[in-house]
């Protein structure tokens, strides 16, 4: 605090002393105020180091060489470890010098019980560096072991986003993790935050720390020929509502409260006009890339544009945020009853992409009214006629032209085409209230009512 007065008392003097000659006397003076704001008044962008191109995977030896790793904790799942992506990791390790040992249990969609196995794997080993190869759930469990490995004494939910779990901030040291995704969707790779579901209560929660980020992501168009179909679908749909999300939140200097300390600042901070960049570049690459990087595997250009916008939309996400097709996503993903997408095995799951989207029509209808500008700026950008439509009508605008893109797409009619009836949406709304950090990003404020009634809207959308 003495630290702080002497900064404030320093900017009174220069204002008192300032010259005060017509040639310099227009400037104002300085606001100076030692009450911390109610609201936000700064922001700040934090990200991975990224690295892209075709065939950059075979830099990881020598990224780690370099890092000076001496044994690697390698994370990808039982699908992924067969295939090209994983092999071209391990070619590159082996041919320089790297001693590894690969994790390959994670589970798609985690839940606490998958990160538990993977943070007891870790912590088998002697690992200087972890190594993420795969998707969000991936790099998202590679997250949770580092962090665990790294204070072995912690609780479970001692990092557990609040109000599920204690919501500590992180103070100990993690090891130097590298992010290579396979698929073009999560952002993982640039982001600070870690999902899962939490079995207890049939939702995601998640790990939310600027620590937690990889310090390098390779983004690599390579691994991204060999998605299938749904996976590069629903993964694509991810990338939508993130961009979407992150331009349409609540705008930074509107959060609040503002912190005490610029290191308790949250990850998630509200739209600015950085995020704003990133965002309107995903929104542009899904006009021009998305139905074709899904309907033809083997177009490199457009899987290409596709990988790159996903990180490129971890960025954006990562410090603006996300708000209510996330928050509403967490519990339709969790609840799932029966539904089996063809591309991700036989048991029941809604992948994380498809779970966004599914009421992302009935969000932007309601939020519309919060900046009717952007909401129709973000539907011309992704190809619809604004220029006779009015600002009341933006929210419908936007809706429609998701709604256009959902069609092409083939996804499934709304909250029905899941298995979830009128009757499952007093539960959707209970496993959604826990995500506060995310609903709270809103531009605009939100009742339990609103929530039903955004998912009523949801039911079906054609």
């Not at 002697?126 to 998202?140: I, K, P, T």
């Not at 991204?224 to 694509?236: D, R, W, Y």
């Not at 083939?410 to 009757?423: K, N």
Request: aromatic share 8%; net charge negative; charged share 20%.
């Amino acid at each position: 605090m003495a630290a702080r007065k002497r900064v404030f008392d320093l900017l009174r003097t220069i204002d008192v002393a300032s010259c005060r000659c017509p040639a310099h006397s227009h400037r104002g003076h300085f606001q100076v105020s030692d009450v911390t704001p109610t609201k936000d008044y700064a922001f700040e962008i934090k990200c991975s180091t990224v690295r892209y191109g075709l065939g950059v995977t075979r830099e990881v030896g020598m990224d780690l060489v370099n890092l000076g790793a001496k044994n690697v904790c390698v994370m990808t799942d039982s699908n992924l470890v067969h295939l090209s992506p994983v092999k071209a990791v391990l070619n590159s390790l082996t041919k320089n010098g790297v001693n590894y040992q690969v994790y390959d249990k994670v589970r798609v969609e985690p839940t606490d019980s998958s990160f538990k196995e993977a943070i007891k794997f870790a912590k088998a080993g002697s690992f200087d560096s972890f190594l993420a190869v795969g998707g969000g759930s991936v790099m998202d469990t590679c997250k949770a072991a580092n962090l665990y490995y790294c204070d072995p004494a912690a609780e479970f939910l001692d990092y557990v986003n609040a109000p599920v779990g204690k919501g500590k901030p992180v103070e100990v040291q993690l090891k130097p993790m590298i992010a290579i995704p396979t698929t073009s969707g999560t952002g993982s790779e640039t982001t600070g935050v870690s999902i899962f579901d939490y079995e207890a209560i049939h939702a995601k929660t998640g790990i939310s720390h600027a620590a937690l980020r990889p310090i390098l992501a390779l983004i690599d168009p390579l691994h991204t020929l060999s998605l299938p179909e749904k996976v590069a679908n629903f993964a694509g749909f991810d990338i939508f509502c993130h961009a979407l999300e992150s331009f349409t939140a609540i705008p930074y200097n509107e959060r609040g409260p503002a912190p005490a300390n610029p290191a308790l600042r949250p990850s998630y901070q509200g739209s600015n006009p950085i995020s704003d960049v990133w965002a309107r570049f995903c929104l542009q690459t899904l006009r021009q890339y998305f139905a074709r990087s899904v309907y033809n595997a083997d177009d490199i250009d457009a899987r290409s544009g596709m990988h790159l916008a996903a990180t490129m939309a971890g960025v954006g996400i990562g410090n603006a945020g996300v708000h209510l097709c996330h928050g509403l996503a967490y519990p339709i993903a969790g609840l799932v009853k029966d539904y089996t997408p063809g591309d991700y095995g036989e048991s029941p799951i809604i992948p994380h992409g498809l779970s966004v989207v599914l009421t992302a029509p009935g969000v932007f209808r309601y939020t519309g009214a919060s900046d009717p500008d952007k909401h129709l700026e973000a539907a011309a950008i992704l190809g619809a006629d604004v220029s006779n439509k009015k600002q009341a009508d933006a929210g419908a605008v936007l809706a429609d032209t998701i709604i256009k893109y959902m069609d092409k797409m083939q996804i499934a009619d709304g909250l029905a085409g899941v298995g979830y009836e009128r009757g499952d949406i007093p539960a959707l709304v209970r496993g959604a209230l826990p995500q506060g950090r995310l609903l709270a990003l809103s531009p605009l404020p939100q009742s339990e009512e609103d929530l039903s009634r955004i998912l009523e809207d949801s039911m079906t959308v054609y």
